[in-house]
């Protein structure tokens, strides 16, 4: 069996990765100290490091969102509900995924509006109240119903607290509104359990499952 002994990464960079998909207490953090603007890549290779987040069942058919100057742009439709886009919780972090159609709706778009704000040159406190204020309002939203999220890159690129970026393990999210690690019968973080809830009891909580390399799957 599994268990987060073997991933010494996922106990280290954990809290950077919840930046990525929205707890609020975590985007507070990652706006306080996000760079105003992201270094673009070269087209084709963002979109093979989005889609390298995917299955290839699913890649094939995943709608794609890259960057450009004035934040994500979609360069193709789904077929299948996912989509796939390279996150930047921070200027110096990688995080491919690839969610289905409710994190589409929901976390996909907190990633395209503080992509915007960071292109019009807001500062970190003005995107970060802004996005309070759109999830306040409800316009922006947290995920209503369980679902997935996709990050089985080999090459996410998470920064510690001190700007250190290292690589992550390729993983599964499962988002699931106040999900608690009792209701898993795992022990949390750290335990030794195969898998945990991050974020409890929040209507951002994430199960964190390690898996292996990125072939191994189905």
């Not at 292109?119 to 970060?128: H, L, M, V, Y």
């Not at 750290?190 to 945990?196: R, T, V, Y």
Request: hydrophobic share 45%; glycine share 8%.
């Amino acid at each position: 069996m599994t268990t987060l002994s073997q991933f010494p990464l996922i106990r280290r960079w954990l809290p950077w990765l919840l930046l990525g998909l929205g707890t609020l207490a975590a985007l507070r953090q990652t706006l306080a100290v996000a760079a105003p603007a992201i270094p673009l890549m070269e087209r084709q290779k963002e979109i093979a490091l989005a889609l390298s987040a995917c299955p290839a069942s699913i890649a094939e058919k995943a709608a794609v969102y890259v960057l450009e100057s004035s934040g994500y742009v979609k360069i193709r439709e789904s077929q299948n509900g996912f989509t796939a886009l390279v996150q930047h919780s921070l200027l110096t972090s990688q995080e491919p995924q690839c969610m289905d159609a409710e994190g589409a709706r929901t976390l996909l778009q907190r990633m395209l509006r503080v992509a915007e704000l960071r292109a019009q040159g807001k500062s970190a406190d003005e995107i970060k109240r802004i996005i309070a204020d759109l999830l306040a309002r409800g316009e922006l939203q947290p995920p209503r119903r369980p679902g997935i999220d996709y990050m089985l890159s080999t090459e996410n690129l998470v920064p510690d607290e001190k700007g250190v970026v290292a690589h992550f393990p390729a993983h599964v999210m499962f988002f699931g509104t106040h999900l608690r690690n009792a209701d898993l019968g795992s022990g949390g973080q750290g335990s030794g359990s195969p898998l945990f809830v991050a974020g409890e009891d929040s209507p951002f909580a994430l199960i964190i499952v390690p898996v292996g390399l990125h072939e191994e799957l189905p």
